[in-house]
């Protein structure tokens, strides 16, 4: 069951610079871990994940978190044993920096310069009226599947195809080739083929700023040849004009139910003049987002089987989401359950210098992350009065009140505060669903446990222990599973303990009770994201492509779809 830490326990600086200031050391060798407790024995496969790792390159230093050197992580699991292996991602990122021994490609929170006589990323000064430089493909948020294949993903239009059991990293993918956009999300959904749902946005096609959803099919015809890529059969789903050419908004994930995509336009936006000149002033991209508190959100209902918006004018007020965490249909409604912050402060608190100089300070949190349920009745009553709270049902308080002109302004219901890093059941995914296991955020945002919420009782589990910073807590079914919550939680834990080493937690997932921990001798990260690879998936015939194998066209112009 949970072990209790005492709820104000806070990290010291020096757990800070081990955590968040230190470059971690790459583990190429599988490694052993001592398990203590007992693995079930039907979980067999691997838990991939990906995250932050090098800070510091020669003398220079990124200034934020979300900037470091994506550093891959793997825990295979077999029979009740455990092997970790790590590895830098090797990006054109990592090798221009490696090479010239400093940073010289811009991340999120830094503007970098290469030098003029080796500039690798010569032909960056082209796609955004020749202002931009190309942008990073330093994939260090999330992992991906794509049919048999797996990249590591950030937030600009490269993803890295890696290999999910020796952590190589393959080909560089260019979205834009395939589908027009200049970013799209690290949080993609998938259908139950496997089919991956992504959004993006399209800065600069034609002065039409826009959000494009996008479906790369599980399967096509050729595709199972080494080499061949299934981006090639992406499709554009749905466009939405942003309401602002200038100043589309951020988005970090969004929104699915069987029927619906949701996506939250929100008043957090990027600057595109800001974006254009940043180069020239020596300032991050960071500098060009802001948080327009006297703006609303709009909420885009799109239908799945129309490719279109709903067209009644949803909107809440300002707020800034990084995580969906599920969303459903009920009764002519579609409810959607984010974390929800009342302003962009969350990302002002990664900023390297607030991590390791007076952290108590520093990184309390303006704006705790809260999870709120919104309603959105999908058929307006036209005769309904203006007024009227057009949500009947009696699962939720959340309101939806009909104003002139086709607007209906929603008032989510608040559920829990204090929690990130939100997963799921994902066999739940755009369906009702009872559990969210999430990360337990209190008065910083780097987590201290491990949450299990239920949605039904509104009551929740926890597991903590001191010294110990959870990861993102991922759900794996039981085999056969009946229940929601039949399974284990893996998380994989940093420690700052002198005498713990940094271990993979198995909880069982109905009672949080920890089934196992791994220990592993290694410089572990902190790390955001990644999935389970059940044994089943590596069958003979999926065999990973060679690292000799590119991307087809790889130097083809960009012809993306409109
Ligand atoms: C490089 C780059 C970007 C990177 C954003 C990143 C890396 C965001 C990470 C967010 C995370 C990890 C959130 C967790 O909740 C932008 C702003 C999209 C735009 C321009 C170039
Ligand atoms: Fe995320």
Redesign the pocket.
């Known amino acids: 069951m949970s072990i209790p830490i005492a709820s104000s326990s806070l990290p010291p600086t020096s757990s800070m610079e081990i955590i968040f200031g230190r470059n971690k050391k790459e583990q190429l060798e599988p490694v052993s871990a001592t398990v203590t407790g007992k693995i079930p024995t039907w979980l067999q496969g691997t838990l991939l994940r990906n995250g932050p790792g090098m800070h510091t390159v020669g003398d220079s230093k990124y200034n934020h978190w979300?900037?470091g050197l994506a550093l891959l992580h793997s825990f295979s699991i077999k029979d009740g044993e455990v092997f970790y292996r790590s590895k830098y991602l090797q990006s054109d990122t990592y090798n221009a920096n490696i090479e010239a021994n400093k940073i010289v490609v811009?991340?999120?929170g830094t503007m970098a310069y290469p030098d003029p006589c080796k500039n690798i990323f010569s032909k960056a000064f082209s796609y955004l009226s020749h202002t931009i430089p190309d942008?990073?493909d330093n994939c260090?948020?999330n992992i991906m599947k794509c049919g048999d294949d797996f990249y590591a993903t950030?937030?600009?239009n490269y993803i890295r195809k890696i290999n999910p059991q020796t952590l190589e990293t393959l080909e560089k993918v260019d979205y834009r080739k395939y589908v027009a956009v200049n970013?799209a999300t690290?949080h993609p959904h998938y259908d139950e083929a496997g089919n991956v749902l992504n959004m993006g946005t399209s800065i600069v096609d034609k002065g039409r700023t826009k959000y494009v959803i996008f479906k790369i099919p599980a399967t096509a015809p050729g595709t199972k040849k080494k080499g061949k890529s299934l981006l090639k059969h992406a499709e554009v789903f749905c466009s939405i004009p942003s309401r602002s050419l200038l100043s589309p908004s951020?988005y970090?994930s969004f929104g699915v139910t069987e029927n619906y995509v949701i996506f939250l336009e929100q008043p957090f936006k990027?600057d595109i003049l800001k974006?254009a000149t940043a180069y020239v002033r020596g300032v991050s991209?960071?500098s060009c987002?802001s948080f327009h508190r006297e703006d609303k959100t709009y909420i885009h209902i799109i239908d799945q089987r129309t490719k279109k918006p709903v067209p009644t004018k949803f909107y809440t007020d300002p707020m800034v989401v990084?995580?969906h965490v599920n969303a459903y249909e009920e009764d002519g409604c579609v409810l959607f359950d984010v974390i929800a912050y009342e302003d962009s402060s969350?990302?002002q608190l990664f900023y390297l210098a607030n991590l390791n100089q007076n952290f108590e300070e520093n990184s309390r949190m303006t704006s705790v992350p809260t999870l709120k349920r919104f309603a959105v009745p999908l058929h307006v009553d036209k005769n309904a009065e203006v007024g009227s709270n057009l949500i009947k049902l009696a699962s939720t308080r959340a309101t939806a009140l009909k104003e002139k002109d086709s607007h209906v302004y929603c008032q989510p219901e608040v559920l829990y505060e204090g929690l990130?890093l939100p997963r799921i059941n994902y066999a739940h995914n755009g369906k009702p669903y009872r559990y969210i296991f999430a990360a337990e955020v209190q008065w910083s945002p780097i987590p201290t446990k491990i949450l299990k919420y239920d949605i039904l009782t509104k009551s929740s589990l926890k597991w903590g222990e001191e010294c110990c910073w959870p990861a993102e807590p991922l759900f794996v079914p039981t085999p056969g599973a009946k229940d929601e919550d039949d399974g284990v939680i893996l998380s994989a834990i940093v420690s700052t303990h002198p005498q713990k080493l940094p271990f993979l937690l198995v909880l069982d997932a109905k009672n949080f009770t920890e089934l196992a921990r791994a220990s592993v001798d290694v410089d572990m990260h902190l790390d955001?994201h990644g999935l389970f690879i059940p044994a089943a998936d590596w069958s003979a015939e999926k065999q990973i492509p060679d690292k000799t194998q590119e991307d087809e066209n790889s130097d083809a112009p960009i012809t993306p779809q409109a």
């Open positions: 979300f900037d811009s991340e999120f942008f990073t260090l948020i950030t937030e600009t970013l690290s951020y970090h990027l974006m991209w960071a987002m990084f995580h969350l990302y990130e955001l």
